[in-house]
């Protein structure tokens, strides 16, 4: 989408890109000073939590339900067998 479509107005791009690392600078200190506060923000804005979703890991393919998304950012994934997996962005690739 664009910002013009959603805003129905135009967004100069220098503004938008100093509102943005504004706003990255304000998240990133924020969790130098308090890690549980951004990882609250993550989760409330994470389409992937509740969600049913496959996780493919090298040549094998796991199928769970996101639980949640721990400190350190990794997925928490309930896996059919009733196992929990913690899942980092390094390891896998997913589809829903």
Known sequence: TS????????????????????????????????????????????????????VKISQEELTGLVQDIDEKGRLVLRLESGIQRRIGAEEGCISR
């Open 3 to 54: 910002l013009k479509r959603e805003t129905v107005c135009y967004v100069p791009e220098e503004a938008f890109q100093h509102c943005l690392l504004g706003e990255l600078e304000r998240l990133y200190f924020s969790f130098l000073d308090d890690s549980s506060a951004l990882l609250e923000e993550i989760r409330l804005f994470s389409s992937l939590l509740g969600k049913q979703i496959k």
